[in-house]
């Protein structure tokens, strides 16, 4: 089944515990992204990735690291979180990116939260 | 720059009534692609519809229908006789040849109730 894979689904963290998130898909995609999702501002993309090393900064980028060792993953890297990074958490993937038709697929979100 | 405004936070509606969520969106480019998710309460996205700059025509899927008209730069998403099941998130999200990200408005919260 293709799919886009997000652990954890839900995590409680304390500010400063460093944290990754993965991110997996199995439909041989060159381009990934995350997003985050907070109340009232809708989803705004974090990073991006159009293939394995290339990465580039999205509108919300501070205080998130990434990387693409491998085409299929794109963990999600929060060194010292802090409370605002509290969100929901999006991957996605796609062949050749978002200026395409093709569709993006989503991950099922992980759920942060850092006190 | 490109922008996509989802002017209605919050509607309510009973079962059975027609609602239509209203996206609005801003672009320079030509050629471009809309989309619409659904969020339910359970918070993954759904995709429901994408549609390219060139293809106006309407669609219509079961309940759903979209209604795209390039003059008022709009694609609407219509909801006929509403289920409770339909209450979700809705994101009208748009993204550009030469983009990297989809740009997603900030949602319309619909509550169907019985």
């Known amino acids: 089944e293709a799919q886009v894979t997000q652990n954890p689904r839900y995590l409680i963290t304390v500010t400063g515990k460093k944290l990754t998130v993965t991110c997996s898909q199995n439909?041989?995609?060159?381009?990934m992204s995350w997003y985050r999702q907070d109340p009232g501002l809708g989803l705004r993309q974090i990073y991006y990735s159009m293939n394995v090393e290339v990465t580039d900064k999205g509108d919300v980028p501070e205080g998130y690291k990434v990387s693409r060792k491998e085409k299929r993953n794109f963990p999600l890297i929060l060194e010292s979180p802090s409370p605002n990074q509290t969100s929901l958490y999006f991957c996605?993937?796609?062949?050749?990116?978002?200026?395409?038709?093709?569709?993006?697929?989503f991950g099922p979100g992980t759920r942060l939260t850092v006190l | 720059a490109q922008k996509v405004t989802q002017a209605q936070t919050e509607i309510s509606v009973v079962e059975k009534e027609d609602v239509t969520l209203d996206c609005v969106y801003e672009?320079?480019?030509?050629?471009?692609?809309l989309f619409w998710y659904k969020q339910p309460p359970s918070g993954e996205l759904v995709f429901l519809i994408r549609?390219?700059?060139?293809?106006?025509q309407n669609e219509i899927s079961g309940r759903y229908s979209w209604n795209f008209q390039k003059s008022t730069s709009s694609f609407n998403f219509t909801i006929t006789a509403s289920q409770v099941v339909d209450s979700a998130v809705y994101f009208c999200a748009l993204s550009e040849i030469g983009g990297t990200a989809l740009i997603f408005g900030k949602g319309t919260t619909l509550s169907v109730s019985s």
């Open positions: 549609r390219n700059s060139f293809d106006e």
């Open positions: 996605a993937s796609s062949h050749r990116g978002v200026s395409s038709y093709n569709e993006q697929f």
């Open positions: 439909m041989n995609h060159e381009y």
């Open positions: 672009t320079r480019d030509t050629t471009y692609y």
